[in-house]
Structures are given as structure tokens and as C-alpha cells.
């Protein structure tokens, strides 16, 4: 089922389709340099597909069903990934990184289940980063250095498309304002989450929201994340203002890995210490994958965002219900 579609009065793209092309590469091939220079990341291949049963493939919220097949050549199946989100520490692994060095690579996912709406695919497309750290570094002052340095990124993005096409406007607010889920929550209790998210970013344009994943005070979580990849403690959300769509943007999601510690805690609340099995899963407990920060860019999200558009289906090419397509015709959203 989709989720409301969102109509911003009067729009109209300030491209045409073939400068939205045009555009969509220059916001790629400038943002993924800023971001590797900035955190120091080789661009790396990745996988599209798992083996099912493997352990490595992002169980998201938990619920989620994934895309998996048979395979004619092995005796088992295939998964489309969800994120690489494990996948990626494996590789630092393999690949023999060292602290202060990291990766990056273009993730694409196929996630079914999600609602689709303004912001919302089923198909996902992210720059997926992950980087080795020090047992030092595992801390707050480190994830908010490091999501500032992505934020700037995106901030000289925004900077260079905006003198390319000086009929797209704004600017974005490279502080990032520091928040967790439970600063959010007293501060406004008598709101939903994303009501929540929507008003701090309105009054702060940029915002890092932390601690995603445990059950807050009033018993409730804020939103769901995996127990096996983020330490819930070391974690967030960066949000920017969209005035195009007058809302709240979720453009990256990242954090402090795991260590042994907070998987076996994080495992334990959410009674899923049978995922233990997993090669992963023991290499963590054991100390030998290395300890990392990492995080997902939403390439098509970035791309609706500096370019001012109202819909994601007009930076990227989707499967959308007839009604959304209808209705976005009807008002002059062109999706691809």
C-alpha cells in the first residue's frame, strides 16, 4: 500500500527531463568525490545478491520480506540485498583496511515491502560507506565529527549545482544540529515520530538524530533498526529541510557498528541471540572483524533534494501504482 502522495502547490520542475539526466550525473560524480576525500574511502565493487542463509543480508526492521530466487548453478538460493550493512565490514576485513581507512560503493536494493510515496521506492539506490575505527574513536565526539564531514559534502554539492543552474535555489545548512530520540521525545511527547523529526528539522534545517533503535521512556521505540550492525547508542539519522515538500528529508542513516558487547545486549532485546550462528555474527564476538563507522547516502534522495524536486520517481526509474502515476501526471510530475 503506498502512503499519502504529497501535491506541493504550484510545482513545477525547474529542469527539463534531459537537464534532470544531465544533473543526476553532475550530483553523483561531485558528491561521491567530496565524500571519499573527506572520509578517506576507496570506491569498491559489491554484490547485488547473497546466498540466503548467509547471515549477512540486512534484516532492516525485521519484518521485511526479502527477494530471493533459485539458483541453476548451486544448491540453494539467492537474495537481493537490503543494504550491505554487513556486507561491507566484511569486506574491510578481507580486503586488510586499517584504521582511518575505509570504502565506499554504489548499493542497489530491492526492498518490497516498503510504502511508496514522495520519498519512498522499492527501489533503492545509496552510496554505501564503511570505515575502520580505533576502540578510542568509539564514541559520541566521533560520530558528530564525522557526520558533520558528511554533511559539508553534501553542503558543497548543493553549493556547485546551484552555479551550474542558477534557477534552482537554496542552500543547505552545514551545522548539523545534535539531537538524540530522547531529547526528541520530551521535548514534544504529545507527537508521532515523524511529527517529531519534522518539527526540529523545520526549526533547525539540519539535524542528526541519535540513539535509533532501543525503546525510549515512554516505552515506545522511535523508529526500528537492526540489533546486528548499529550500536544503538552510536547511531542517528541525518535529516535536512525540503521546502519543496515542506517536510522533514531522511538522507542518510549511520553509526558506530557493533562490538561484542552491544551485539550480545542488542541481540538480547530483541530475542534474537539465534542469529549467533552466523560466521558474522562470531567474527564480531571474537574480535576479529575490525571495529567500523558506516552509513547509507540515498543517492536518489539527494539528487530530490538539491535539484527541487517533489517526487523521487523523478530522479530515478521505479515501479509506482496507477494512481500515483495518474496523479502525478495530473499535476506535473513527470516520473521516469
Not at 10 to 28: F, N
Request: hydrophobic share 35%; aromatic share 8%; glycine share 8%.
Amino acid at each position: 500500500m503506498s502512503r499519502s502522495l504529497y501535491i506541493p502547490e504550484g510545482y513545477k520542475s525547474a529542469l527539463t527531463l534531459r537537464e534532470t539526466q544531465h544533473a543526476i550525473k553532475y550530483i553523483k560524480d561531485i558528491f561521491q568525490q567530496a565524500l571519499s576525500f573527506a572520509l578517506t574511502l576507496d570506491r569498491v565493487s559489491a554484490p547485488l545478491i547473497v546466498r540466503k542463509g548467509s547471515g549477512i543480508n540486512d534484516d532492516l526492521n525485521g519484518v521485511e520480506r526479502k527477494v530471493d530466487f533459485s539458483i541453476k548453478e548451486i544448491d540453494g538460493e539467492g537474495e537481493v540485498v537490503q543494504s550491505l550493512a554487513k556486507w561491507k565490514r566484511m569486506a574491510l576485513y578481507r580486503y586488510g583496511y586499517k584504521a582511518g581507512e575505509g570504502i565506499y560503493t554504489d548499493m542497489n536494493a530491492i526492498r518490497r515491502d516498503d510504502d511508496t510515496d514522495n520519498t519512498h521506492s522499492i527501489f533503492v539506490d545509496q552510496w554505501d560507506w564503511e570505515k575502520v575505527i580505533t576502540r578510542e574513536d568509539r564514541n559520541i565526539q566521533f560520530l558528530k565529527d564525522t557526520v558533520t564531514s558528511v554533511v559539508k559534502a553534501i553542503a558543497y554539492t548543493k553549493r556547485k549545482v546551484s552555479l551550474r543552474y542558477p534557477q534552482i535555489a537554496g542552500q543547505i545548512c552545514e551545522k548539523p544540529y545534535f539531537i538524540t530520540t530522547q531529547e526528541l521525545e520530551d521535548k514534544y511527547p504529545d507527537k508521532t515520530g515523524h511529527e517529531r523529526e519534522r518539527l526540529i528539522t523545520q526549526e533547525h534545517k539540519t539535524v542528526f538524530l541519535m540513539q535509533i533503535g532501543g525503546k525510549l521512556a515512554s516505552g515506545e521505540k522511535h523508529d526500528g533498526r537492526a540489533p546486528d550492525y548499529d550500536d544503538w547508542s552510536l547511531n542517528g539519522d541525518i535529516l535536512i529541510w525540503d521546502d519543496v515538500l515542506d517536510d522533514s528529508l531522511e538522507v542518510s542513516s549511520m553509526g558506530i557498528r557493533v562490538d561484542a558487547d552491544s551485539l550480545k545486549s542488542q541481540l538480547a532485546e530483541c530475542g534474537a541471540e539465534d542469529r549467533m550462528k552466523y560466521p558474522y555474527h562470531q567474527m564480531i564476538a571474537d574480535g576479529t572483524l575490525p571495529l567500523t563507522i558506516g552509513g547509507g547516502i540515498g543517492q536518489s534522495r539527494l539528487c530530490m533534494l538539491l535539484l527541487n524536486k517533489a517526487h523521487i520517481g523523478e530522479v530515478q526509474s521505479s515501479i509506482w501504482t496507477d494512481e500515483m502515476v495518474q496523479k502525478c501526471a495530473e499535476n506535473g510530475i513527470t516520473l521516469l
